[in-house]
């Protein structure tokens, strides 16, 4: 029987960890989510159970586009990343089984946002560990327009509408099951949407293949002319490297600092003439490409390469560009180089690592067109990159999430410089180079945040310590099996290293002469030292046929 209408139980989810006034409660990792479920029957009815949950799902969908209006159509995909249950106990139901009508029962829930998910979520075939790793973290809220919010004000994430990832607080109750399929009948439902934002901490460096199998490209060289049927000036090279991640703040922090970090772009100029001067730089434009992945199968990569994506029946991408900053870079100066100091030839042949030539330098590698022995022009940008925050009177907020990636979404960012410069003598400007770099966007937690433990959990830590700290240790001199003469190839006396045999004993032996050492000194292998409860030499070196000379 299902009850509808003045006859459908009331359900009321209620907060009491301090969210219970906020617009959206707003959790990180380790978070406690505590609150009550009142249920409020206006009817007498028999229920079976009470189900409280904490819910995380994701929803994707694809829109099939074929030639044929019969081909098209869409393709779904559903995951139910987690879902944690909060045990009800006997007691709190009714012994008969019926709830009386107008008659209010109360259930407290309590739960814990996660570190992880469980293994189960992602059972799917992958390529390689790394991404079962990266499917099991946990996602923020995404494409959810109830939770994208920043304080009372709406914002705008950047997902399209076919990514949604949503958590809530679900209460189903159940009474009876059905007869075919022998699922539990429910008879009311609610839930509560909240907003979560893991702690995600900043990852290594993506291994960048110079745009052959991604999106990305740290190294571009561009062959500059003073006009369209003027001879070639020199190359000019742009190169740069993945800067540290962005990191967002605590989301209870009162007075977020804004998100900042430091990229350093490297410039190059090899001139095809002694006498050409480098060229003038104009601007530098920055901006933020937000790219969002989404499959309606689970997805066994991480999403690299936006081409991949595109006309697919099965897997889409999304894309939208944050204008970040404009900057005049004409004041920038070059610097003159000549040989010994300029950096290896970059060898064309190994294009994996296309800045590895110039690891050890802040230089870029030369040009390709780069002549042997010939001066060269370097110059330095440091581009600060700073996450636009709320302001106030603009109704396009946005707003950031973690990147993260799960087996139907990703959420990838990337950095996209343009750099302009005219060349001398000439008023026709170069064709604008182009840079881009992956970028991650990491979270903090909350202050507070700890993992919680049950009684027991903390009297066995609190034996294991007690028993640590009474536990005895043993101070003497190193047994036998440590102090015996270790036999280093190309080490000793006789080796090339110690070459005549007189200079080193004569270095460590004290001729007849030596008076001794100075009052208030120590001196190694000494009887007073262990009258005096010194501890031995740090080191011991011993030769074949030579004393023990002792080292500090």
């Known amino acids: 029987m299902v009850y509808r209408g003045k006859d459908k139980p009331t359900l009321e989810i209620t907060l009491t960890d301090g969210q219970q006034d906020a617009f959206i ?18 009817a007498e ?13 994701v929803k994707t969908y694809v829109e099939k586009v074929g030639t044929a209006s019969a081909s098209n159509g869409r393709t779904e995909g559903f995951s139910q990343a987690l879902r944690l249950v909060q045990p009800i106990q006997e007691t709190a139901m009714p012994e008969s089984g019926k709830v009386e009508a107008g008659k209010t029962y109360t259930f407290p829930f309590e739960f814990a946002v996660p570190q992880q998910l469980l293994p189960k979520s992602c059972d799917h075939t992958i390529d390689n560990d790394v991404v ?26 950047m997902a399209p509408e076919m990514s949604v990832v949503s958590y809530s607080i679900r209460v189903r109750l159940t009474s009876g099951r059905e007869e075919k399929t022998g699922k539990h009948i429910i008879i009311a439902e609610e839930n509560k949407r909240v907003r979560v934002i893991p702690a995600v901490p900043e990852h290594p460096p993506l291994m960048v293949l110079d745009g052959k199998q991604d999106d990305y490209r740290l190294r571009k060289e561009k062959p500059l002319k003073r006009g369209t049927f003027q001879k070639k000036m020199g190359t000019l090279v742009m190169e740069s490297t993945q800067p540290s ?16 970090t430091m990229a350093t772009i490297n410039l190059r100029f090899d001139p095809a003439s002694p006498e050409i001067q480098p060229p003038r730089l104009g601007s530098l434009v920055t901006k933020l490409k937000v790219a969002t992945f989404f499959a309606s199968k689970p997805m066994r990569d991480i999403p690299n390469r936006s081409t991949d ?13 944050v204008p970040l900053s404009s900057r005049c870079v004409m004041s920038v100066a070059w610097v003159k180089h000549t040989p010994p100091d300029t950096p290896p030839r970059r060898d064309s042949t190994k294009a994996d690592s296309p800045i590895a030539s110039s690891a050890s330098s802040t230089a870029p590698a030369a040009s390709e067109s780069y002549i042997e022995g010939q001066a060269y022009y370097t110059a330095h940008l440091v581009v600060p990159i700073t996450l636009p925050g709320k302001v106030e009177g603009n109704s396009n907020h946005k707003i950031f999430v973690p990147t993260f990636h799960t087996c139907l979404v990703s959420r990838v960012y990337a950095l996209d410089f343009t750099l302009s410069c005219h060349t001398p003598g000439a008023s026709v400007t170069v064709p604008e180079m182009h ?7 990491s979270a903090e937690p909350n202050a507070d945040a700890r993992p919680k433990i049950s009684e027991g959990e903390a009297q066995a830590i609190a034996r294991r ?39 080193f004993r004569q270095s460590r032996d004290p001729s007849p002469d030596y008076p001794g050492p100075p009052l208030g000194t120590r001196q190694s292998g000494d009887a007073s030292e262990a009258s005096q409860g010194l501890p031995p030499p740090d080191y011991t070196i011993q030769t074949s046929g030579r004393p023990n000379v002792s080292s500090r």
């Open 132 to 157: 079962r790793q990266a499917h099991l973290q946990l996602p923020p809220s995404l494409g959810d327009p109830l939770t994208s919010v920043w304080g009372k004000t709406m914002m705008d994430d």
């Open 435 to 441: 840079l881009k770099l992956p970028i991650q966007i």
């Open 45 to 57: 009815i028999k229920i079976d159970n009470i189900y409280i949950t904490f819910e995380c799902v």
């Open 465 to 503: 310590e007690a028993a640590e700290s009474l536990h005895s240790r043993n101070i003497a001199p190193p047994s036998p099996a440590y102090t015996e003469q270790a036999q280093l190839a190309g080490v000793g006396p006789s080796s090339p290293r110690y070459a005549g045999s007189a200079h």
């Open 25 to 42: 409660p707003s959790y990180s990792t380790l978070d406690e989510i505590k609150g009550f479920v009142n249920v409020t029957p206006h």
């Open 309 to 321: 994506y595109h006309y697919s029946s099965e897997r889409g991408i999304y894309v939208e560009t």
């Open 245 to 260: 991640s962005l990191h967002l703040p605590p989301l209870r922090s009162e007075n977020p600092c804004p998100v900042t």
